[in-house]
């Protein structure tokens, strides 16, 4: 059974950093893609960020591209997304996710089948 849990989240100010951490078990961590979604209050879950199995292949939302940054360890089986100036509509709950095709690193949600519980990001203007 896959697992996956998220931490890192809380309350900053715009143009503050925090870095969220993802802890898999379960599976075969080092051979799976990993991706970042969030979903702010009343709308759908977005994709941010998807890493392939080595991080040598990156994917970000336009929205994110140049202040956020994915990143992996898989002797700990973590995955990391580095989040920098942010900014008051990055205010949502953020999931780490697995796909269900290990090397899938898209931004459909559809494809991907092991979700964390996920981390309250709030920044404040």
């Known amino acids: 059974q896959v697992r996956l849990i998220e931490s890192g989240g809380g309350l900053v100010q715009a143009g503050g950093s925090l870095r969220l951490s993802c802890a898999a078990s379960?599976?075969?961590?080092?051979?799976?893609?990993m991706a970042w979604f969030r979903q702010a209050p009343g709308k759908e879950r977005e994709f941010v960020s998807g890493?392939?199995?080595?991080?040598?292949?990156?994917r970000y939302a336009d929205s994110v591209k140049g202040r956020f940054s994915i990143s992996r360890d898989n002797a700990k089986n973590m995955v990391y997304l580095q989040m920098n100036s942010l900014k008051p509509e990055d205010t949502a709950v953020y999931y780490c996710?697995?796909?269900?095709?290990?090397?899938?690193?898209?931004?459909?949600?559809?494809?991907?089948?092991?979700w964390g519980q996920g981390t309250q990001v709030t920044v404040s203007s």
């Open positions: 996710s697995a796909p269900i095709v290990r090397t899938y690193i898209g931004p459909s949600a559809g494809e991907y089948g092991a």
């Open positions: 379960g599976l075969t961590f080092s051979s799976y893609a």
């Open positions: 890493l392939n199995w080595s991080g040598g292949d990156s």
